[in-house]
């Protein structure tokens, strides 16, 4: 089964995973460093300009998912995931404990496995996973959609009810509580998974929309992005700013990421049309985002100390994602054709994916 990738799409992939990198690293500046308060400002505004990750993820997963045709075989599809996504979860997740925890009991071990703690990262792919479990459901239920054409009517309908949800649960995530954790099942990230899902089978519509809509979404996403930097900015202090409390699950934030996703994929086509180095960079990256998303952490930490003290708080962040990219990907790219591939799947070979889904008895290769 043959599956288009759009251009800009792969694009989108690397900006995200760009930003998770620069998410960690100012994050690690503002946790170990002590920035200056003045300092402290920017990095919270950058924090909130790269926040769009996760839920770029979440939206290229539904675009890609969703656009399944044949019929699937539930098996094997589970079993593809598990390697491609879980068992590189599962060493790096070691890899952190040893790195993060110095005393760690088995049952504490499990636990942060199961709930994707065992580094601050991880809890996206415990998340992630469960849309790949639910493929049974969602490829017959975006083809029903496609058939009757509800795709306005779907967007706005699940808008509402995950605006509701968001608002309902937002409380609940800052608890102490165990309920907390619904913010790393699906249903804190449907929405962007339904917006990727009605994008693929809408492409031609959905990037005229999204090209028009410029003008007016740009005002849209700068207004947003002062409302979100007043909220952080009156909850706390800023001698005590914690980036960490900035959330993906406040309705504030649910607007100000979807807009952003808007303007991601235009900026995206944007890229894709000007074939610079920098759409050549950016393709190269995208070959790898797994692998060196999954690892990155472990190389951050590797590396921050050797980054001077007495710099500007920003330019160490600058820095430190700089670094973190490079050796993320170039390891990846060093060894992602050996044995040792298995660590950093994921990225691997564009043109030699394995489908899961044919149901002939022969394999035959595809592109990813």
């Known amino acids: 089964m043959k599956k288009s990738t759009p251009a800009e799409l792969t694009v989108m992939k690397s900006l995200a995973f760009l930003a998770v990198v620069f998410q960690s690293a100012l994050l690690y500046v503002m946790n170990y460093r002590s920035p200056h308060p003045e300092e402290a400002i920017m990095i919270g505004m950058l924090f909130h300009f790269v926040k769009f990750s996760a839920p770029v993820f979440v939206f290229?997963?539904?675009?890609?998912?969703?656009?399944?045709?044949?019929?699937?075989?539930?098996?094997?599809?589970?079993?593809?995931?598990?390697?491609?996504?879980?068992?590189?979860?599962?060493?790096?997740?070691?890899?952190?404990?040893?790195?993060?925890?110095?005393?760690?009991?088995?049952?504490?071990?499990?636990?942060?496995?199961?709930?994707?703690?065992?580094?601050?990262?991880?809890w996206y792919v415990v998340m992630i996973i469960q849309f790949h479990l639910l493929?049974?459901?969602?490829?017959?239920?975006?083809?029903?959609?496609?058939?009757?054409?509800?795709w306005k009517s779907f967007i706005i309908v699940s808008a509402i009810i995950y605006i509701g949800f968001i608002t309902f649960i937002s409380p609940i995530v800052q608890s102490e509580s165990y309920i907390h954790y619904v913010d790393r099942t699906f249903l804190a990230y449907f929405f962007y998974f339904c917006l990727g899902g009605m994008a693929a089978y809408t492409l031609p519509a959905w990037r005229?929309?999204?090209?028009?809509?410029?003008?007016?979404?740009?005002f849209l996403f700068l207004s947003l992005f002062i409302v979100v930097g007043y909220e952080l900015f009156t909850s706390q202090s800023i001698f005590s700013i914690d980036l960490t409390a900035i959330t993906?699950?406040?309705?504030?934030?649910?607007?100000?990421?979807?807009?952003?996703?808007?303007?991601?994929?235009?900026?995206?086509?944007?890229i894709v049309q000007t074939k610079s180095r920098l759409y050549t960079a950016l393709r190269f990256i995208s070959r790898y985002t797994y692998g060196a998303y999954i690892a990155h952490m472990f190389f951050l930490y590797v590396f921050a100390p050797i980054i001077p003290t007495t710099m500007y708080s920003m330019l160490q962040a600058v820095i430190l994602f700089t670094i973190t990219t490079i050796v993320s990907i170039g390891v990846c790219y060093i060894i992602h054709a050996t044995p040792l591939s298995l660590l950093f799947i994921g990225q691997a070979r564009e043109h030699r994916t394995i489908s899961i889904l044919s149901l002939s008895k022969s394999?035959?290769?595809?592109p990813s």
């Open 248 to 270: 993906y699950l406040k309705p504030s934030m649910v607007l100000y990421v979807t807009s952003e996703i808007f303007l991601l994929y235009a900026l995206s086509i944007t």
């Open 60 to 122: 290229l997963v539904g675009f890609h998912m969703v656009q399944q045709k044949e019929a699937i075989h539930y098996r094997r599809y589970v079993s593809h995931k598990w390697v491609e996504l879980m068992i590189p979860y599962i060493i790096w997740s070691f890899v952190y404990f040893i790195l993060f925890s110095s005393h760690l009991h088995v049952l504490d071990a499990m636990k942060q496995l199961l709930l994707g703690e065992a580094a601050p990262h991880l």
């Open 208 to 218: 005229k929309f999204v090209i028009r809509s410029i003008p007016f979404n740009t």
């Open 135 to 150: 493929i049974l459901i969602i490829v017959p239920f975006f083809r029903w959609l496609d058939q009757k054409k509800y």
């Open 363 to 366: 394999k035959k290769s595809v």
